[in-house]
Nanobody, 121 residues
């Protein structure tokens, strides 16, 4: 059974930083595309950042240059370092793992429960 458990959310002032963690069990993060998505009530879930099994990262336009996704293979954990936080970064942040086959067809899609990030003065 795959479990993704997020932690590290909280309340921070604008301009501050937070680091989110996603601890995975039942799946090897280095063999999956790991990502962070965020969502606010009534809005669609949006991609924040993702990292491939080869270590290639991509970011949503609104977070480029401020957020960094990384992976610790020994701990089977993925991180999201968030700097220069803005009020509009407020959301529930979800960890995601996607498994693809050799033809790049997605075969599995797992989600964590999410962690709340609130940016407010």
């Amino acid at each position: 059974q795959v479990q993704l458990v997020e932690s590290g959310g909280g309340l921070v002032q604008p301009g501050g930083s937070l680091r989110l963690s996603c601890a995975a069990t039942g799946i090897i993060t280095s063999n999956a595309v790991m990502g962070w998505y965020r969502q606010n009530p009534g809005k669609q879930r949006e991609l924040v950042a993702a990292i491939t099994s080869g270590g290639v990262a991509n970011y949503g336009d609104s977070v480029k240059g401020r957020f960094t996704i990384s992976r610790d293979n020994a701990k089977n954990t993925v991180y999201l370092q968030m700097n220069s936080l803005k009020v509009e970064d407020t959301a529930v942040y979800h960890c995601n793992a996607k498994k693809y086959d050799n033809r790049m067809v997605m075969r599995a899609d797992y989600w964590g429960q999410g962690t709340q990030v609130t940016v407010s003065s």
